[in-house]
């Protein structure tokens, strides 16, 4: 059974915004984890819970999402809380940002509202500029090309559960690198454990010079390349990411890269034996649906263990860890 962290450890977080994963510390990060697993106990042994009643997380995105807005609404509920939310797009607005309001403005206005506040927003910098209007703590949930940090919380947590440890595995980080929220955040955390890492992306969508530059002071190995066959090869773990055709600065420069990567039978095929798949979803066309059925495609699963972690960072964050 999963034990509870203790006072100490339960500090670390209390009070806290999380709004990438570079800032968030190895002790934190474990913390997070451990925290899942004693919450994933409880759903799994059907245990209500009751450490967020009478809170309420004020859940707001400005940009399309199905699983992790769901999933933080998921997640409040199971604690015994409360979710009030706002799921609008730029196309389609419905709240007081149709009318100009500023999204520090607004953040002031829900803060009064709220225990705790989840965004989602096109603008890099979003979750910070809401931090700044906001004294309950703010959980970034994408903010542009920048960061997803519960997404990539997520994916850690997959790894360990696929495989019991991070330490000397070989991770390949596919596709959409540049663009990609979900790859930036990530491989800040894989830093943190011995990992060797394989870039595999077309030219144009490389991850940024400056991400690759502080995995490498990290002593992290780091293998770029545009090669499909050459990245998966010995690959222990396969993190596919979709290109991200909303932050392209024109539909023909996506035209010509969105299908650079298909994962078939024929890749899973020629891999290492025991490979997992991961990818934070939605997919395109970047991984057959004739995948699904290899036992290490772990992206539905690993879409399943977005509830455990988002139950920890709300009640971590607000101190209500029971
Ligand atoms: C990711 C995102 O929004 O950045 N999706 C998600 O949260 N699961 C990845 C993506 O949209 O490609």
Redesign the pocket.
């Known amino acids: 059974m999963a034990l509870k962290p203790s006072e100490g450890e339960l500090a670390l977080l209390s009070g806290q915004d999380v709004l990438s994963s570079k800032t968030l510390t190895y002790e934190q990060l474990q913390l997070i984890m451990k925290t899942a697993a004693y919450y994933e106990d409880a759903l799994v042994n059907k245990r209500r819970l009751f450490d967020m009643e009478g809170e309420i997380a004020a859940i707001l995105f400005f940009e399309p ?1 199905t ?2 807005r769901l999933s933080f609404e998921a997640a409040m509920y199971r604690l015994g809380g409360s979710a009030i939310t706002v799921s609008e797009t730029p196309q389609m607005q419905t709240s007081s940002t149709a009318k100009g309001e500023t999204l520090y403005d607004a953040m002031r206005v829900i803060d009064g509202y709220a225990d705790v506040i989840v965004v989602r927003s096109p603008k890099t910098g979003a979750g910070q500029e809401s931090a700044d209007a906001c004294d309950h703590p703010v959980i970034n949930a ?1 903010d542009g090309t920048g960061q ?1 940090p519960s ?1 990539a919380l997520l994916d850690i947590y997959t790894i360990l559960k696929e495989h019991g440890h991070i330490e000397g595995l070989k991770v390949a980080v596919l596709g959409d690198l540049k663009y ?3 790859p930036h955040s990530l491989v800040y955390f894989l830093k943190h454990y011995g990992c060797d890492l394989v870039l595999v992306s077309p030219p144009q969508l490389k991850m940024p010079e400056e991400i690759t530059a502080e995995m490498r002071s990290a002593g992290i190995k780091v293998e770029e390349t545009s090669d499909l066959k050459i990245g998966v090869a010995e690959a222990d773990v396969l993190y596919v ?2 290109v ?1 055709r909303e932050r392209f600065p024109s539909l023909e420069e996506y035209e010509l890269v969105k299908d650079s990567y298909t994962v078939n039978d024929e890749v899973v095929a020629a891999a290492k034996k025991g490979m997992s798949i991961l990818h ?3 997919r395109v066309h970047e991984i057959a649906v004739s995948v699904d059925s290899y036992p290490g495609a772990a992206y539905f699963r690993q879409a399943h263990n977005g509830v455990p972690i988002r139950m920890a960072l709300l009640a971590l964050t607000t101190g209500n860890v029971r």
């Open positions: 999402s699983r992790t994408g997803h997404q990609g929220r979900a990411t979709r991200q934070p979803l939605p």
